[in-house]
């Protein structure tokens, strides 16, 4: 069967697990995966593959266009600034797995209609992926939330640079995200590094700020929206319904990576590479005229 041809741009652990599930999947193929540095894990791994790769980052595309129709931004925020309009240029539908914020904010059990009318969407954060559908569940049932703070806990070992290097936009744009996707007046993200020896899975806790919550409608609500997510996020878990103490209702979302070529405990990278990857395939299924997968 004919695949839509993609590019990833950035050949650290963001781009070399998105690669791998790439390979697997039935209506996408990688064109080229390109970075700035020959001698990376990355790309030596993807000549073994078999995959085309170049260490001249956007300059490989800019060079072959047709190389690829869809592209993966996994470099920095910095770096898909200037990406941004060249791929832009190109008429490339780019998936952004950076917190730039450029473009549309995408979160695919949400908003996944109206993300692929667009040419630059943003995949937001690890945190945003895995908690903001969550925070508009409370908001649907609890509508008179005042303030909505999530804790995503990590192993550190799951950090590379770019998300060290990103900490600030991370916070930002998950927080901008809650807001956004909830209708929340207030909210805010934060994010621990743990450096736990065996490495933690990711625990994203979710703090709602409520009077009088209606905890057996957004229980229910709440389970019906992890259902939605495990069609593309197998490891995503419900570990502790909601409770409520002291005007305060607290939930908590456990993420397992599949393990593609991240380890399990990566959940918090697996699960904005498994959105990504929903998209894309979407986004190929129309271009194929194959039917239409819909996230139910």
Same mark, same amino acid.
Request: aromatic letters at 6%; glycine letters at 6%; hydrophobic letters at 35%.
């Given at each position: 069967?004919?695949?839509?041809? +993609? ?22 193929? *990688? ?6 540095n020959p001698d990376s894990?990355?790309? @030596? ?5 078999? +995959? ?13 266009? /047709? *190389?690829?129709?869809? !592209? ?37 059990? @949400? ?12 995949? +937001?954060? *690890? ?18 939330t005042q303030y909505i703070?999530? !804790? ?26 809650? !807001? ?33 919550? /209606? ?9 019906? +929206? ?47 590479? *498994? ?22």
């Amino acid at each position: 069967m004919k695949k839509i041809k +993609v590019g990833i741009i950035g050949t650290g652990n963001i781009g070399s697990d998105l690669l791998i599930k790439i390979i697997r999947s039935p209506y996408l193929e *990688c064109g080229i995966f390109t970075g700035q540095n020959p001698d990376s894990e990355g790309i @030596l791994r993807a000549k073994k593959l078999g +995959v085309k790769t170049s260490f001249e980052s956007i300059r490989a595309i800019e060079k072959n266009p /047709k *190389c690829c129709e869809i !592209v993966f931004d996994a470099t920095s925020a910095k770096g898909h600034l200037y990406n941004a309009p060249i791929l832009k240029k190109l008429k490339k539908f780019v998936i952004d797995m950076t917190p730039s914020r450029i473009g549309k904010m995408c979160v695919p059990s @949400l908003n996944l209609e109206s993300s692929l009318k667009e040419n630059n969407i943003n995949m +937001v954060s *690890c945190g945003g992926q895995a908690t903001t559908p969550i925070a508009k569940a409370i908001m649907k049932i609890n509508p008179n939330t005042q303030y909505i703070e999530i !804790v995503s806990s990590i192993s550190s070992k799951s950090a590379g640079i770019g998300t060290r290097n990103n900490i600030d936009e991370y916070t930002q744009t998950t927080s901008e995200a809650l !807001v956004y996707f909830s209708g929340v007046k207030k909210a805010k993200a934060i994010v621990n590094l743990n450096p736990a020896d065996p490495p933690i899975l990711m625990h994203n806790t979710i703090y709602a700020q409520i009077k009088n919550p /209606k905890i057996d409608l957004t229980t229910k609500e709440i389970k019906k +929206v992890v259902k939605k997510i495990q069609q593309y996020v197998p490891g995503y878990k419900l570990v502790l319904e909601p409770v409520y103490d002291n005007g305060r209702l607290t939930t908590m979302i456990e993420v397992i990576g599949r393990g593609d070529f991240l380890p399990i405990y990566a959940g918090n990278l697996d699960i904005i590479n *498994c959105a990504a990857i929903a998209v894309a395939e979407e986004y190929a299924r129309r271009k194929l005229k194959i039917k239409k997968h819909e996230i139910k």
